[in-house]
């Protein structure tokens, strides 16, 4: 093992054992995320879940991305400003250890100005499209829990914008009075076709054609999965509807886990734009590893 | 007593004991609402809030609204379609009762066929309004968890739309990323009035817009209380970009308790409308007692 990969997010840690060559010799999957974690928590964490694993000749470098650098994480990580490139090792901040196996890096996130946005975590997996494509000029779309659009030019994030959408129909399907009507599973490729064409054109009226799903359970028996599908087509229109300046004639990369790919991507081959998808954890990986070469090149 | 009003919704039952000519002898409060009564409760709820109150010499009719007539209710009472006049006592349901000291009115909510939309206990609101303008033409709008705007003409409700306003408000501040950065009290109106201009005159930004809320805080120190009025801003304003059909040159009734009918009715202002409201609990007793002198009219 060379280096140790991590992802440390609200609810979760994942790891990557990780060798010289970019190979990956071992992944560790955990739910002790910010969320449940004391600062004094994080050093205990990480080396219960390495255990005897670790070389004890030298010091293995981690570096970390994600909430572990919040101001309510192990130690705080300053936003870097756009317009930057993503943050690399040099301007990670190194928590204090008691193990002598392990040096921890703690890369920052991003920060805008105006109008006021922040990213923790997604600009390493943007880090990683330019580690692939270093003259990449274009948008990249991060879709997760938030889904955030980045315009990328000369090697830097020039601005970006976050959307709640998915976590908008987590709410809606599970805690509003939807749940009733809208499934956790199934498709209906229609109707989340004909939600995005309503959520697009008449983005308005969400809050209405939202509850219209309960109504149309009660009077024609829509049935939950096609609900399900029409909720995630209405809310992703009426996300495209505002970011239409990062992806309308623009060259798009979409970095996420299969399922929110294959929407957005469908979602925007509508609009006639054809995004190339690009894997969540070879992106994570990708980026993670330019890192570590900057350490390597400091050293 | 002559007649009792029952408003039972999905979490609150409440009662008033009436006099014939409106008069409001007492009032009672209890959490016994739809979502927490079997079908064989209803009955021991009311003989239990009641008592020993009840005449014994003759039957005390009851007529109640809300959730209590949903399929999941006390008894279904089928919805009315609109267009039609708020439904009276005339196609009341009425539960078999053990008790010969009560007899008890359900009354029917509305549904729209077309696009698919559902109400049940806002149309005795409306009643209630009806009651005390017969001759009105124009709009009511009914804030509540969910919103819903009634189209009224020739003492019929034509057409009505629902939106969840209050609910994602509710959802987002409590639930989200947001509940970090939104609070629970406090007020700001010129966020207020920034939030309603951005929500009308952009109304895709929304999931935008409210993740804003988060970064602001973040960066800015905006305060809890701000960021609470700037979503009500949002949220509402996104609703009138959409509703403005319902009020957009209209005679407005606004019916509801104080808090959102003074949000709505600032609103509403700030468009040139200037709306008149009504208080929830004097329609609902109107609407109740207008369906009561139906019920005299057919003995």
Redesign the interface.
Same mark, same amino acid.
């Given at each position: 093992m060379d280096w140790i990969a991590a992802d440390w997010g609200t609810t979760h840690l994942q790891l990557w054992e990780m060798e010289a060559d970019g190979t990956v010799l071992n992944t560790m999957l955990s739910d002790q995320g910010m969320g449940v974690l004391l600062p004094e928590d994080y050093e205990p964490t990480l080396l219960g879940l390495l255990r005897n694993r670790l070389p004890t000749d030298r010091t293995t470098p981690v570096i970390a991305c994600g909430m572990v650098g919040a101001?309510q994480g192990w130690i705080e990580a300053p936003?870097a400003p756009v317009p930057a490139a993503p943050p690399s090792a040099a301007i990670a901040v190194r928590p204090k250890l008691r193990d002598p196996r392990l040096a921890v890096h703690v890369l920052p996130g991003m920060?805008? $100005?105006s109008? =006021?946005?922040?990213m923790r975590g997604e600009e390493v997996r943007i880090s990683g499209v330019l580690a692939e494509e270093p003259d990449f000029d274009g948008i990249v779309c991060l879709p997760g829990l938030?889904t955030i659009w980045a315009q990328i030019s000369a090697g830097e994030v020039v601005s970006f914008?976050?959307?709640?959408?998915a976590?908008?129909v987590k709410?809606?399907s599970t805690?509003?009075?939807?749940r009733l009507s809208v499934g956790q599973e199934g498709w209906d490729e229609a109707e989340f076709q004909a939600g995005l064409d309503r959520g697009l054109s008449?983005? $308005?009226?969400? =809050?209405?054609d939202?509850?219209?799903l309960?109504?149309?359970a009660?009077?024609?028996d829509l049935p939950s999965e096609a609900a399900r599908a029409r909720l995630w087509g209405l809310?992703i229109g009426?996300?495209l509807?505002?970011?239409k300046p990062y992806w309308l004639g623009q060259a798009v990369r979409i970095v996420g886990v299969e399922d929110p790919v294959k929407l957005y991507s469908a979602a925007l081959a509508k609009q006639g734009v054809q995004a190339t998808s690009r894997d969540w954890e070879a992106m994570t990986l990708a980026g993670l590893g330019a890192a570590r070469r900057t350490l390597l090149e400091r050293a």
């Amino acid at each position: 093992m060379d280096w140790i990969a991590a992802d440390w997010g609200t609810t979760h840690l994942q790891l990557w054992e990780m060798e010289a060559d970019g190979t990956v010799l071992n992944t560790m999957l955990s739910d002790q995320g910010m969320g449940v974690l004391l600062p004094e928590d994080y050093e205990p964490t990480l080396l219960g879940l390495l255990r005897n694993r670790l070389p004890t000749d030298r010091t293995t470098p981690v570096i970390a991305c994600g909430m572990v650098g919040a101001r309510q994480g192990w130690i705080e990580a300053p936003y870097a400003p756009v317009p930057a490139a993503p943050p690399s090792a040099a301007i990670a901040v190194r928590p204090k250890l008691r193990d002598p196996r392990l040096a921890v890096h703690v890369l920052p996130g991003m920060s805008q $100005a105006s109008p =006021a946005d922040v990213m923790r975590g997604e600009e390493v997996r943007i880090s990683g499209v330019l580690a692939e494509e270093p003259d990449f000029d274009g948008i990249v779309c991060l879709p997760g829990l938030h889904t955030i659009w980045a315009q990328i030019s000369a090697g830097e994030v020039v601005s970006f914008r976050t959307f709640m959408t998915a976590e908008l129909v987590k709410l809606l399907s599970t805690q509003s009075v939807l749940r009733l009507s809208v499934g956790q599973e199934g498709w209906d490729e229609a109707e989340f076709q004909a939600g995005l064409d309503r959520g697009l054109s008449t983005p $308005a009226a969400l =809050a209405s054609d939202a509850f219209r799903l309960r109504a149309e359970a009660l009077l024609d028996d829509l049935p939950s999965e096609a609900a399900r599908a029409r909720l995630w087509g209405l809310l992703i229109g009426v996300e495209l509807a505002a970011a239409k300046p990062y992806w309308l004639g623009q060259a798009v990369r979409i970095v996420g886990v299969e399922d929110p790919v294959k929407l957005y991507s469908a979602a925007l081959a509508k609009q006639g734009v054809q995004a190339t998808s690009r894997d969540w954890e070879a992106m994570t990986l990708a980026g993670l590893g330019a890192a570590r070469r900057t350490l390597l090149e400091r050293a």
